[in-house]
């Protein structure tokens, strides 16, 4: 995998095509159209760009994005969201190497990051505790389940 490029505010339209794309099956999934990813702005999104505590992150290939994350960081926290793959481009392992580099990234000071996902994420439940992640608990939301996850950082 290519070394992940840093995402500012011109990507944010083709980063909201992204998201879209790669979420319709998670919310078919979890029989949930509402999901945030889908329904957020692109005002929405460029203002979180614009955030000096985001930390986004893509791949490109031939000049196409096809892969980014997102991580929010709070002091020693960190808050990893919309990890998300072109639909055509899944099962290659970009999504793990783009978490792992992403995460690689951020500064020392962070300490713990956390996240979550759907119940009937079956992608992302097995990609988590495969790269450290250990569940921490789960919530109820419209008709199922978000299950959290938590990571320690070694440093």
Request: hydrophobic residues 40%.
């Amino acid at each position: 995998m290519a070394d992940p490029l840093r995402l500012g505010e011109a990507d944010a339209g083709e980063l909201l095509t992204l998201q879209r794309a790669a979420y319709v099956t998670e919310a078919q999934a979890h029989d949930d159209p509402g999901l945030p990813p889908l329904t957020e702005s692109l005002g929405e999104l460029v203002e979180v760009l614009r955030d000096r505590a985001c930390f986004a992150w893509g791949t490109r290939e031939n000049g196409r994005l096809i892969a980014a994350v997102r991580i929010l960081v709070r002091g020693e926290s960190a808050e990893v969201g919309r990890l998300v793959v072109a639909p055509d481009q899944q099962r290659r392992g970009l999504g793990r190497g783009l978490l792992l580099a992403a995460e690689a990234r951020l500064p020392v000071t962070v300490k713990k990051l956390t996240l979550f996902t759907g119940e009937h994420s079956t992608g992302p439940l097995r990609l988590y505790p495969a790269v450290g992640y250990r569940e921490t608990h789960r919530t109820p939301e419209q008709g199922y389940h978000l299950v959290h996850f938590e990571k320690t950082r070694a440093r």
